[in-house]
């Protein structure tokens, strides 16, 4: 009836089931999430990065065969592995290795096993291996006072390393003499191999001295004088001995090296244009384009005393100018000029080429020596052919034609 009496009307099916269907929905994301979470840390533990000791054992052992090497290696911040690991060291370790787990976790552990110390060791690491490591050591002290002197002692196959099976001698026939000595030789022999070559230098062997010092206060042994000449003064390099710069003499025969002689080098990669003389400017271009690669001024301002100011091929060359210059005497005096040289004498058979044979049967009428008849052959072959033809004889005549306009 009355106005007070009225109610809401009841609310739809679909509404009073939505709480529901929002609690199955969380109910499986958190499953879900719970899963993944499951997954991902089956997954670190698998490759070693769940933040456990014995993860970042395998890792190590993985990838320098011992998880004791890999510590010294890796973490310790000394040559020798001995010296606490900080958590900076710690850090860059993990970087190094290219750990991606949880180091966060880990440190915390492995602070824990060193009492909270500041540093962490190798036997806060790998505690088991150090009471190896404790007893081999006795035993050394016993039996030969430090490991230096039973390095000594042990029989090497090579004088400067000792392998594992000279270990393994020394350990079961010298050391145990009734002794009980229960130890993995192998682990200990692959944590002492720093260099990961199968075999122990004495550095590596002394190792044990150094333990035994910082484990049992044992005194390190005294070393010779040699030996402490030697850690305080390094090894160096002999210095090098005194260059003397290139003469040239030194710059001519380069040239011939390169180009049979330097009067053709010069035609073939100095005076590219044909001028008879080049500039300081232009000569460092000729030097570079030969394969020179020391300061040319000096051999410039050498070679422009004999030139009046300019490098000139005369100053490179004078035994193949002096050859041209007789062959123009010659030819000036007997034929007027190279075209009827080449006519009359050289090419009498009208084949267009003569050979270097050839060439070198007509000296005598150029008034040549052998020596000057082959500087003025390969200073003419500039393709290096064997084969001259009238044009290259042309350069005869133009040899230092257009120096003096320009000295």
Request: include cysteine; aromatic fraction near 8%; charged fraction near 25%.
């Amino acid at each position: 009836g009355g106005p007070h009496d009225w109610s809401p009307p009841p609310l739809p099916r679909c509404a009073t089931e939505l709480s529901k269907r929002h609690d199955a929905y969380f109910r499986e994301s958190m499953e879900k999430r719970i899963r993944l979470k499951h997954e991902e840390l089956q997954h670190l533990d698998f490759h070693g990065l769940g933040g456990d000791i014995d993860g970042l054992r395998a890792l190590l052992g993985h990838k320098y065969r011992s998880s004791a090497r890999g510590w010294r290696i890796a973490f310790a911040p000394d040559k020798l592995g001995l010296e606490p690991v900080l958590h900076s060291d710690f850090c860059q370790g993990l970087r190094r290795i290219g750990y991606g787990g949880k180091s966060k976790s880990l440190w915390g552990t492995l602070r824990a096993n060193a009492g909270g110390a500041a540093g962490v060791r190798l036997e806060h690491f790998e505690p088991d291996l150090a009471e190896q490591l404790d007893i081999l050591v006795s035993a050394i002290i016993e039996v030969y006072g430090c490991a230096e002197d039973a390095w000594r002692s042990s029989e090497k196959q090579h004088a400067g390393r000792m392998a594992y099976d000279e270990f393994q001698k020394l350990v079961q026939l010298q050391l145990k003499s009734g002794r009980v000595i229960d130890i993995e030789l192998g682990r200990v022999f692959v944590a002492l191999d720093m260099s990961g070559r199968s075999s122990l230098s004495c550095e590596d062997f002394e190792f044990l001295d150094h333990w035994a010092h910082r484990r049992f206060g044992q005194p390190l042994p005294a070393k010779s004088e040699d030996e402490a000449s030697e850690e305080a003064e390094p090894w160096e390099p002999p210095p090098a001995a005194p260059t003397t710069a290139p003469e040239l003499d030194d710059f001519r025969r380069h040239l011939a090296q390169k180009h049979k002689t330097a009067a053709r080098a010069w035609r073939l990669v100095m005076d590219l244009k044909g001028h008879g003389a080049l500039t300081m400017s232009d000569f460092g271009k000729g030097c570079r384009a030969a394969g020179w690669h020391h300061p040319h001024q000096p051999l410039y301002r050498q070679l422009a005393q004999a030139g009046g100011g300019y490098a000139t091929m005369r100053g490179l060359d004078p035994d193949t100018a002096r050859a041209i210059d007789k062959a123009n005497e010659m030819l000036t005096a007997r034929f007027g000029d190279a075209a009827a040289l080449w006519a009359k004498a050289l090419d009498d058979d009208g084949s267009g080429a003569i050979s270097r044979a050839e060439f070198l049967g007509h000296r005598k009428m150029l008034g040549l020596t052998p020596a000057e008849a082959r500087l003025l052959f390969d200073i003419l072959d500039t393709a290096g052919s064997g084969w001259l033809t009238e044009a290259e004889l042309g350069f005869l005549e133009a040899f230092e034609s257009r120096l003096p306009a320009l000295l």
